[in-house]
């Protein structure tokens, strides 16, 4: 592993004079062609304006152009989303747009799909350490004293953030805190940021006997999946859930209740023994298509991605199947949201701007839903129809 | 939850003699202001022929404009990648692109990463059932046995795709495995599942002792995270390292080494405590740009972005920083990597078609580090600046 | 798997009039010798009252005899537990006691062990289940509003239990919680059981929105090791800390701070990987023998040996280590504290009856960090002998 | 957190002549009473024979006296167990003899528990560090190509360990190995150690790219609970399995498999969310009892304890159930096996000596079945009961 002497380093070429200009674009582009040889002429093809996108994107070059195609009517019993839906998904794995599509279709017969949001909180986690474990543990008791101060020291940097309660985690010397807000429209992971700095910055002028504290300490696990988050909600908690009569099954999917549950019992143990942040069978997709096409962070799939699924098969052969998304973090203001396209397509759903978010998380697990029965079915599909082979029912 | 009443279904339009086509695409905007209001006219802006996305895209309406930056250049001592590197970074998180690109800055001067592709493998997990564990033993062995004709049944489907060994994992009457191949330069999800379909029919024809099967189980658990994928690799498992001196940490990050380990000793802690997948600091911003501007399939950063980081601080202040990436799903040919942009942005790297795979991992996971020395360093950089002032050191 | 046609089954011996006597339990051993051969003399060798024994066992036909070896002193700066104490373990395992004594005399030189509980918490997790997720919402602002009641009929039951709080976690249509109470000195894992239940009867009694509710599903995790147990504390989280002059770990245990730390920060990743509940050494060792010997229900150990050790090498060379027991359940009053020999083994740490259980559960958590220290210097005293050896400096 | 200047320290006297007598016992015991006032008079009430405990205990003073209680007769279906057997159960616990017992009587109408041991091997773990990932990576192969010699070093060690394979986990410049042995009818845990330690010392001599290496970094986890010993194996990995009749449930039990089904369900999703390491429901009771009665480690319930449970309700409503114990550890020789109360113990059931450990294993794993039916059962039983009485079907 010795270093390899570094080349005489060409760094990317910036306008100090207007660096979100198409020119400056154009220059970069130019750039990366004389130095690689690659042509950027799609990349260069775009509508947005580079002028609107300072605290976007730096060193502008062009953009990505990822097909969007359009899945629904979803049909929505929200308290924020009510009615129906046609939901626009940014991908280019073919047959997502067409299962999310067969599985809205199902539950559009079944009477839609009931959502709820059951939590909401964003946080940051910092963490301080102490000369021993006994002024950790002190120290949490003065933070529930000095709550009322600290929330006023955080909520000075932010308009929309409300601190709703700071959590307490100890091992060691170290007490590893989450302090939990509610964000408004916003995803709130950057207000959050300032208002949890600023409640340290009162914290330390305050209390003297932190050692040291670090704003993050993989607490709050931003863009990565954990248990924490899972259990204690990041963003907002969504349940989706629905009654599907074995019948429609049989019929729209070529499936049926008793086979998916079966399949479920299987899947169930496998992702206990396997380590799953996930029991479900996909929801990235459906996910990562929705957070792409209408400007939501996508690295927060790493987190949003993660589920739990409770299914029961009744008495009368329908099927109750839920899925619930602990850690779903959206926004329908600031970051990608005002962007040509993006803004487009929460425009399509009545979801951008200020008082939507609610709406778009429970478009967004509705929608999650359909992908999980659509794919549920798909995998016991092909031994229903052998089993009903074998019994000549769908001989034609 | 009593279930609505459906309103009457109205499905998105398609265009049975020619659905990947302009007029099409345009229809269905058209539908969707009709029923919407909403407009989309930059979704309706794009440069690549509708007629290229069969296989991508259902129901096409037009494409979302992700904003590209472009950072570098990347140093990288690869076996595959070896030299500098632009790197194209789609994104709408503001200061992302300049993170990464003070990162490159910093490995540059430091000599560059080093990485290696540790694994490759790419799986289909279906399970067995058995009347009891007896069964599901033998069946272990029995494996192992017919595993030549198994792999030949596997590997009739596919060209590129080869089985290279069958993992076990039993629970009850139970037989959980895991048939993994390597698969050239597509991500290979669509040909494992295939391949896999061919031998379990072989297997099912051959074996009487099986009550049921499933395809699919939460054992290869395909765009989910898991502690299965993280030990035994799913994608890619690359390593990318490198050694930085302090001096140079001091002066481009205004950071230390020392302070970047203590920080890393407790969020190593918060990590283990709180059940993270993911050690490190945010490798899902990186992979997930990454991901979006070279067509890789961006619902895979729910499995790639975990990782495991090792540091060390040595006598000499010198700090080691590794990260390894268990379960890096990467296509240099396939899926979304030969759309427009996408490609582009690949032949930026000279990452495009077959043979790439292995320089686009090193690729990405050398990005990675990059971001995460720079997000490290930001994190301690206030308590650095704000020690030397106390010094005096760096007064004006 | 075809079920065996079962013999006449022929159960074990009873005394209706007394089956707590030695008459009894002879009876039962001559029923063990006549039917299997095997002689129970050793276990029919006991110096106990059997009338004692109703509530510790059913069907008693003896004992078993469990060494008990003597370690100490061990230093104890703990808030209940204040000293030197001569601790008793039980166990046939070779060295176990050579080890913990021999960290003990490197924590005495090093000043002794201080100890801190952070939390204490007993509880039982019922579930409630739901028409659809919205009742478990509402269900859950109910409990707010109706705690004192709730408290009020759970505390009915018990003298020394108090309801602290219940926690709550949604899934779907489920709402899991966990009441948590302190115990006195008692583990409390019965007295929260029964006031758990009547807490339930007056919930249904008063709530109508609940289809089902079970007392008991898995997220209190009674003798089994959990994440939420570790993060949220069962029985007591007791922090045992201290620091150790480099120049005492060489002469004491021909270690070094810098070897120990270095193994640790190898054996954190490989924890982190392997999932590991307990990044620490071997706490199941002294913690199971502690627990044998002082009559504590030794199935704990599942929960209890669970623990985080943080680790720090200071820059003199010095070794601040600490070990958390998050779930530490310990009782001295019930259970099988008061027999024979187990109240001796409690009486010599003056650990028996009421007001003792903190000061039990401090020695305990320090007799734990005494023998990670001492395996952690062996691991890597050879490797410092052979350093030491190779520069001459320990040759005789 | 000053420390305590220590007080003149007291070791625990041995002596020098005969430190396993009687004599030496009496002394230690009145050292105690002198120092502490506690008299041991129980724990000096013992007829074993001090002279045969080296290599079992230090610093002997006693026993602890642990109440035995019969259960059974227990019908295994094993292959190395077949029939009727009595289990010794060590505990202080009321109702857990008589709850297990309940669960034996419920099996033993069923037709008996079928037992499995499905794999068996026993790990050190040793860790080896590199220059960089590139030499982790190539010492894998190297692994490899000089397995045979590995083995040779590894088995000159003991007589009974055989080396199955060498399991490899990669992170940076790290390689995590797991050396899998056979060993017999010893647990393994120090044969396992002086053979890994061998093959160490081959491997260092022979490859000099190794920079470091640790004989365990929390790879094997010995004595605490992981991911990796369950998935892969620690110990014996023995299922035990039964399919039971409604009506043996409803006679037997007051229960139903309906109910029962419905209430797992329920836990099955709690145990997921809740990170445990058993979605049953209390293994470690009866493994501990059983343990601490016939001479196991007892330490080990902290791993042995780990299960996964799996039922199924028939159409014609049977309940199969099955649980999983992944890393069972126990011996029928050497460790505590040989000692006065425990040898009776596994003499009453056949299982000491050679030849015996797949009997106990079985044994073990078919009371656990018993006593997880048994609390399942009770945990419904109120239900059931409430559900007749309101049918009006159970009144007097």
Chains 1, 2, 3, 4 share one sequence.
Not at 33 to 59: C, F, M, Q, R
Not at 332 to 343: D, V, W
Request: with cysteine; aromatic share 8%; proline share 4%.
């Amino acid at each position: 592993m010795e270093p390899t002497t570094p080349p005489t380093r060409i760094p990317v070429p910036r306008d100090r004079e207007d660096d979100y200009s198409n020119a400056a674009a154009a220059a970069r582009r130019a750039f990366v062609t004389e130095h690689t040889g690659a042509k950027l002429d799609h990349v260069g093809s775009y509508s947005i304006d580079p002028a609107t996108l300072p605290g976007n994107v730096e060193h502008f070059v062009g953009v990505a152009q990822v097909p969007i195609g359009l899945a629904g009517p979803l049909l929505v019993n929200g308290e924020h989303a009510q009615g129906e839906f046609y939901v626009p998904l940014a991908t280019a794995e073919g047959t997502l747009v067409a299962s999310y599509n067969r599985g809205m279709r199902l539950l559009h017969e079944a009477g839609g799909v009931t959502t709820t949001i059951m939590a909401d909180h964003m946080q940051r986690a910092p963490s301080f350490i102490f000369p021993s474990a006994r002024e950790s543990r002190a120290f949490g008791e003065w933070l529930d004293e000095n709550f009322d101060a600290i929330k006023a020291a955080a909520e000075e940097t932010t308009s929309t953030g409300k601190l709703q309660e700071i959590e307490r985690y100890s091992a060691g010397r170290i007490l590893y805190t989450r302090f939990n807000y509610t964000t408004g429209d916003a995803a709130g992971q950057n207000l959050t940021g300032k208002a949890t700095q600023a409640a340290c910055r009162w914290i330390r002028a305050n209390n003297d006997t932190i050692e040291h504290h670090f704003l993050e300490s993989n607490f709050a696990t931003d863009k990565k999946s954990s248990t924490i988050n899972m259990l204690r909600t990041r963003g907002k908690r969504v349940v989706a859930e629905a009654t599907i009569p074995n019948e429609i099954l049989q019929r729209v999917m070529r499936s049926d209740s008793a086979l998916m549950f079966r399949a479920r019992q299987v899947s169930n143990l496998g992702g206990f023994m396997s380590g799953v942040n996930n029991n479900g069978a996909h929801s990235a997709n459906g996910i990562t298509a929705m957070f792409i096409a209408t400007g939501q962070d996508a690295a927060n799939v790493a987190e949003s991605s993660a589920a739990y699924v409770y299914a029961e098969l009744r008495d009368n052969g329908d099927y109750y199947f839920s899925i619930t998304i602990p850690s779903l973090i959206v926004a329908t203001y600031g970051g990608g949201t005002g962007l040509g396209t993006q803004r487009e397509c929460l425009e399509m759903m009545d979801c951008y701007g200020t008082g939507k978010v609610g709406k778009l998380a429970e478009i967004v697990a509705a929608t999650v839903l359909c992908g999980e029965l659509s794919l549920g079915s798909a995998i016991v599909a092909e031994e229903w129809v052998d089993a009903h082979d074998a019994h000549g029912r769908n001989r034609p």
